[in-house]
């Protein structure tokens, strides 16, 4: 069982917004409290009305500045963290055999992760594996990501969050900074060794920031990763499901849908974080974050506290591809003067086989 964190998951949330801020107390004070309020009620509405009403609300997001990293976290923070441990459940109940094992010498785990932002989607893959028993205690991570003013707060993640909770975790992380709209063989090639060893992709709100005139860009560049991974790879994707998102989202799951076996897909399902081990809730003890956050204030703007999330989701698993086609297989077979025998092993061609079609079998195949 995952014993009580010592720190609690919003105290730990609350560094990671004081590291946004960067503040030097270990707490919001009530300026800041304010600050987080009004950051995160304009998120939700820059999420709700994407590029709406005469460009009031702004069709990208820019996550380099402070006040939408901080009010994206105060926001989704949670619901994301926990998403991704609802997910895996999903998965479990329809295949288990389908959840990656971490490595059994080392309980090690390697996660890649597009759009990775805080990270924040990794407490839930920990809570996941580490519920029962400490089955994972090396988590390796690649992230993907184009805003690089994330690095030090998706570091306080793991440091507060991750290690916080999961005492004896030892997380590996690897910035690799990529705008996935442009072409990132070559970067992701630079770390080619950590990508190819992934048991889990993890695209998990980032398709929704990028519009569609880039899909095929993105999709080499997904499409490259997918190819590197030298194990069957786990892809969990959860983006919003709003119809003005959809279009972002739907063609990726297509292209996923033809190069994979799909293991669930559902175009909207409502998750609630109101029961079970990550619930969300007031603190109900006056210093809570979330009872700063979302509770009675003085200054009478109030945010919902929101314990449910709409998710158009997808999970899927890849097959490892050879990185020798079988045409090239068989050509060098019949080069060598092999050929396949009754059970399957390479044998030696006997010498009475003297017609070309003995002797390079399967040549037409390769015209
Ligand atoms: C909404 S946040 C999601 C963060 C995290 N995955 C989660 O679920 O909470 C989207 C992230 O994707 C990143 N992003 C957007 N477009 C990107 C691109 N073209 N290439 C790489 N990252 C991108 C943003 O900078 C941002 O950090």
Redesign the pocket.
């Known amino acids: 069982m995952v014993k009580p964190a010592e720190i609690p998951f919003t105290e730990a949330l609350e560094s990671v917004l004081v590291n946004i801020w960067g503040g030097t107390k270990s707490n919001l004070d009530a300026s800041l409290i304010k600050k987080t309020r009004k950051a995160l009620v304009e998120i939700r509405g820059a999420y709700r009305f994407k590029g709406e009403f005469r460009k009031k609300y702004p069709s ?2 820019q ?1 380099r500045l402070a006040k939408n ?1 901080a009010g ?2 105060a926001a ?2 949670q619901r ?2 926990y ?1 991704t441990y609802a997910h895996l459940k999903r998965v479990e109940s329809k295949n288990p055999e389908l959840i990656p094992q971490p490595q059994e010498t080392k309980s090690e785990l390697v996660i890649t ?9 990794t407490f839930g893959i920990c809570f996941f594996y580490n519920e029962e028993s400490q089955k994972l205690r090396k988590l390796r991570l690649n992230l ?4 690089d003013a ?1 690095i030090p707060n998706r570091h306080t993640v793991f440091d507060k969050l991750l290690k916080g909770t999961f005492r004896k975790l030892d997380v590996i992380p690897v910035d690799i900074d ?5 072409d ?1 063989i070559p970067k992701l090639a630079n770390y080619y060794d950590a990508i190819a060893k992934s048991d889990i992709l ?1 695209i ?3 398709m ?3 519009t569609t005139i ?1 899909s095929s860009m ?1 999709w080499r560049n997904i499409k490259f990763i997918l190819n590197s991974v030298e194990q069957p790879l786990l892809i969990l994707l ?1 983006e919003p499901s709003a119809p003005n998102a959809s279009p972002r989202i739907n063609w990726l799951k297509t292209q996923l849908a033809q190069c994979t076996d799909v293991i669930l897909t559902s175009d909207e399902e409502e998750f609630f974080f109101d029961s079970g081990p990550l619930r969300i809730e007031f603190e109900n003890t006056g210093i809570g974050l979330n009872d700063r956050l979302f509770g009675q204030t003085m200054d009478g703007s109030k945010p919902q506290l929101k314990t449910s999330l709409k998710r158009t989701h997808m999970a899927c698993r890849t097959k490892p591809q050879s990185p020798i086609s079988i045409e090239q297989v068989l050509k060098q077979l019949a080069m060598l003067q092999l050929k396949r025998g009754k059970k399957g092993r390479f044998v030696r061609q006997s010498k009475q086989q003297q017609t070309f079609w003995d002797k390079y079998p399967g040549w037409d195949k390769l015209q």
Not at 113 to 121: C, D, H, V
Not at 144 to 147: I, Q, T
């Open positions: 990208t997001i996550y990293r994206y976290l989704f923070g994301h963290a998403l992760t597009l759009g990775a932002g805080a990270a924040i989607e993907v990501e184009k805003v994330w990529c705008d996935l709209t442009k990132c993890l998990y709100n980032v929704n920031e990028i880039h993105v959860a």
